[in-house]
């Protein structure tokens, strides 16, 4: 089947701009979750969604940073006022639960550059 | 402080050779789970495996092997008879449970790149 994909795949912005960046995971997946990849670094979790409860938001790194998820479909990661330190690679993954151990698939990524 | 270690920041090997992938993690729970990740240059990551804290089982998949040692908390991977099409960056990472609130978001290593030449 279909593995998770992200649009679009390349960002480029002005500092200042706000920008939205999309995410559709495996069909059934009922947890999603956004990380960022700095280049030449591991990747830092921001957000995580699970099915109808609360999203635990702990790793946004500011309050610039929101993201949205309805039900178990599409999610958008939104940056307001982007910075040139917001420019990074965006990973979106999907498991089928969000039981501890649970195999997370990643998309292709979103990569953001700010001006 | 960093919880999972890749210490390896580039490895460069001929092909054919065996290399090894340290990946050395920090936790207070008991349990856990342990993922490698390949990131090839297209750049979409790949699951390798994923282990947890109570099988320290070495698992042999192909040419890739893993050993999972409690004792020193490392995970390490290795690829025997290595080929170009292993070139790319690898992640090891670690899932906590609820005794560190980790929930099932994952805690990555640095990576490490792979380069392997004919």
């Known amino acids: 089947g279909a593995g998770v994909s992200q649009s679009p795949s390349n960002k480029v912005t002005e500092k200042g701009k706000d920008v939205e960046l999309r995410c559709d995971p495996i069909?059934?997946?009922?947890?999603l979750y956004w990380y960022r990849q700095r280049l030449g670094q591991g990747l830092e979790f921001l957000i995580y969604?699970?099915?109808?409860?609360?999203?635990?938001k702990s790793g946004l790194p500011s309050d610039r940073f929101s993201a949205e998820r309805t039900g178990e479909s599409v999610s958008t990661l939104t940056i307001q006022r982007t910075q040139q330190e917001d420019s990074a690679v965006y990973l979106c993954?999907?498991?089928?639960?969000?039981?501890?151990?649970?195999?997370?698939?990643f998309g292709p990524g979103t990569r953001l550059l700010v001006l | 402080a960093q919880k999972v270690t890749q210490a390896q920041t580039e490895i460069s090997v001929v092909e054919k050779e065996d290399v090894t992938l340290d990946c050395v993690y920090e936790?207070?729970?008991?349990?856990?789970?342990l993922f490698w990740y390949k990131q090839p240059p297209s750049g979409e990551l790949v699951f390798l495996i994923r282990?947890?804290?109570?099988?320290?089982q070495n698992e042999i998949s192909g040419r890739y092997s893993w050993n999972f040692q409690k004792s020193t908390s490392s995970f390490n991977f290795t690829i025997t008879a290595s080929q170009v099409v292993d070139s790319a960056v690898y992640f090891c990472?670690?899932?906590?449970?609820?005794?560190?609130?980790?929930?099932?978001?994952?805690?990555f290593g640095t990576g490490t790149q792979l380069k392997v030449e004919l």
């Open positions: 990472a670690l899932s906590e449970g609820e005794l560190t609130g980790g929930g099932n978001k994952l805690t």
């Open positions: 069909s059934g997946h009922t947890a």
């Open positions: 282990r947890n804290s109570f099988d320290e």
């Open positions: 969604f699970q099915g109808n409860s609360a999203p635990d």
């Open positions: 993954a999907s498991s089928l639960r969000t039981s501890l151990g649970e195999t997370q698939y």
């Open positions: 936790t207070r729970d008991t349990t856990y789970y």
